[in-house]
């Protein structure tokens, strides 16, 4: 396949920077078009919330303000990568259920990493739809999903929808995300606070027959990964505990994913594996 343009689906503002941004600085170096669409990125619709919204509101701050930031921040992001973006127009899982009735589907930190609400898996199709608004030539596009590692409900229905997009014909590539799926990471998918690792996430899409691919890493690539996650300034306390730890633990989880060389890994059927 003659690729023209690399789509990668970001469930939220950073995912991608996160889990792909060495191969992204690599392929626009290389002149390739790269769109990176971040799925769960609207403003909060309404006034009253859930009270674990209320409390996560409490350690985030005004919401209005908190999404502003964090658009800005992924903007600067975008430009050290080199690749540009778009937000498409779904809330946060936090904010998602029928408010009317004062119903919610996700009012705790368990309900965030555990099954997609009944309710809410319509929400797939509405971003396959919004999705195949960005794809001007499917036979030429590779789409990017996460694997879902540890198991939070908007990857969940972020790799749901790509799945979908997968059975009609698309081409579809998961990545693994990161930093969940270092077994390095102190709060990684292999901690006691989240118990769904990579193989979990893996086992999920057996179906699928995924195979490993290692898109190899230069160090210039790898510094621009780094200077992207950086400038999420308003994460970087709660993912590392401050600026001065991304370096070491990206290039340490690059390593151990490539074997001893600089890599990302993401996985692929076997016969549609993308670059």
């Known amino acids: 396949?003659?690729?023209?343009?690399?789509?990668?689906?970001?469930?939220?503002?950073?995912?991608?920077?996160?889990?792909?941004?060495?191969?992204?600085?690599?392929?626009?170096?290389?002149?390739?078009?790269?769109?990176?669409?971040?799925?769960?990125?609207?403003q909060p619709k309404f006034k009253t919330f859930s009270a674990y919204a209320d409390w996560m509101h409490g350690i985030w701050g005004n919401p209005g303000e908190v999404v502003a930031t964090r658009l800005a921040e992924d903007q600067a992001s975008m430009i050290v990568l080199g690749c540009e973006a778009r937000y498409l127009p779904f809330s946060?899982?936090?904010?998602?259920?029928?408010?009317?009735?004062g119903v919610w589907y996700y009012t705790s930190n368990e309900a965030l990493f555990g099954d997609i609400h009944p309710d809410d898996l319509p929400l797939a199709d509405q971003i396959i739809v919004a999705v195949n608004e960005l794809i001007a030539e499917p036979d030429k596009t590779v789409i990017y999903a996460p694997l879902a590692?540890?198991?939070?409900?908007?990857?969940?229905?972020?790799?749901?929808a790509a799945r979908q997009l997968m059975a009609q014909g698309y081409h579809v590539t998961f990545y693994e995300d990161y930093p969940y799926a270092d077994p390095k990471y102190p709060y990684s998918s292999h901690s006691i606070r989240n118990a769904y690792?990579?193989?979990?996430?893996?086992?999920?899409?057996?179906?699928?027959?995924?195979?490993?691919?290692?898109?190899h890493l230069s160090d210039e690539a790898v510094r621009a990964?780094?200077?992207g996650i950086q400038a999420?300034?308003?994460?970087?306390?709660?993912?590392?505990?401050?600026?001065?730890?991304?370096?070491?633990?990206?290039?340490?989880?690059a390593l151990y994913v490539g074997?001893?060389?600089?890599?990302?890994?993401?996985?692929?059927?076997?016969s549609r594996a993308a670059g």
């Open 149 to 160: 590692v540890g198991h939070h409900v908007d990857h969940q229905l972020t790799r749901q």
């Open 197 to 215: 690792p990579l193989e979990a996430a893996l086992a999920d899409s057996q179906d699928l027959g995924l195979k490993p691919n290692l898109r």
């Open 225 to 227: 990964k780094v200077a």
């Open 92 to 101: 946060d899982c936090i904010y998602r259920g029928d408010p009317q009735a």
């Open 1 to 42: 396949m003659a690729i023209e343009q690399h789509l990668y689906l970001s469930p939220h503002i950073d995912d991608v920077s996160l889990s792909c941004g060495g191969a992204i600085y690599q392929q626009r170096r290389a002149g390739e078009t790269v769109l990176v669409a971040t799925v769960f990125a609207a």
């Open 232 to 253: 999420y300034r308003s994460q970087l306390d709660m993912l590392f505990e401050g600026t001065a730890a991304v370096a070491g633990y990206v290039s340490d989880y």
């Open 259 to 270: 074997q001893g060389q600089l890599a990302e890994r993401v996985w692929s059927v076997e």
